[in-house]
């Protein structure tokens, strides 16, 4: 067995469109079209303005009240 009947061809890394992976165009590098170069920048800033909500699920501690042992009811 040997390898030698391997076609060795000069491949060239070509950048592929990061948006859906055709060959990208050197006119929207690294992209394929202007198209998919927005979306990909309308992505990124989605996500720069993403901020991180502080969702504070309410402090309610029963600890916190100050509403005295709980009884009287009804
Ligand atoms: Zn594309």
Redesign the pocket.
């Known amino acids: 067995m040997t390898d030698r009947n391997v076609p060795l061809r000069a491949v060239r890394i070509e950048p592929k ?1 990061p ?4 060959p ?1 165009d050197p006119k929207y590098k690294p ?3 202007k ?2 170069a927005d979306i990909d920048l309308g992505r990124w800033l989605k996500e720069s303005y993403r901020v991180p909500t502080d969702e504070v699920p309410g402090e309610d501690d029963p600890e916190n009240r100050g509403d005295g042992p709980s009884g009287q009811r009804g």
């Open positions: 469109c948006t859906c992976g055709k990208a992209f394929c079209s198209r998919c």
